[in-house]
């Protein structure tokens, strides 16, 4: 365990499994990658990613207390209710029979809310 704790601390503490393995066969210590994983897990020695920078934003653990400053309603009328939005009417409200008045709402917007049939 000392000899890998070394090897991490030479290599800036930059080197994973797989870099740590071929190093530690470089220098003569004949040993699997899978025992060097387990060895570097037990002692809490860990690689950097080229792939991640640090993390700089992290997410607020309790509720979002941010205003709704639209004054959105997305409570849904009824069960079995599910709505959508589009900007443009396509095929698919014909083929789906969401084309009639009753499925449909004008928001103030513009944008015409089509009700998805309920699957049963």
Same mark, same amino acid.
Do not use: W
């Given at each position: 365990m000392a000899v890998i704790r070394q090897v991490h601390a030479d290599n800036y503490g930059v080197y994973g499994v797989r870099k740590m393995h071929a190093e530690l066969n470089r220098r003569g210590h004949?040993?699997?990658?899978?025992?060097?994983?387990?060895?570097? *897990? #037990?002692? /809490?020695? %860990?690689?950097?990613? *080229? #792939?991640? /920078?640090? %993390?700089?934003?992290i997410p607020g653990s309790g509720p979002d207390a941010r205003p709704d400053l639209l004054d959105r309603d997305c409570k849904a009328p009824a069960t079995n209710r599910v709505w959508v939005t589009g900007s443009t009417t396509d095929d698919c409200t014909a083929r789906s029979g969401s084309s009639h008045p009753s499925n449909t709402r004008t928001t103030t917007?513009?944008?015409t809310l089509h009700r998805l049939p309920s699957a049963r």
């Open positions: 004949r040993i699997a990658r899978c025992a060097v994983h387990r060895l570097m *897990r #037990a002692d /809490g020695l %860990r690689g950097i990613s *080229r #792939a991640k /920078g640090p %993390r700089t934003a917007t513009g944008t």
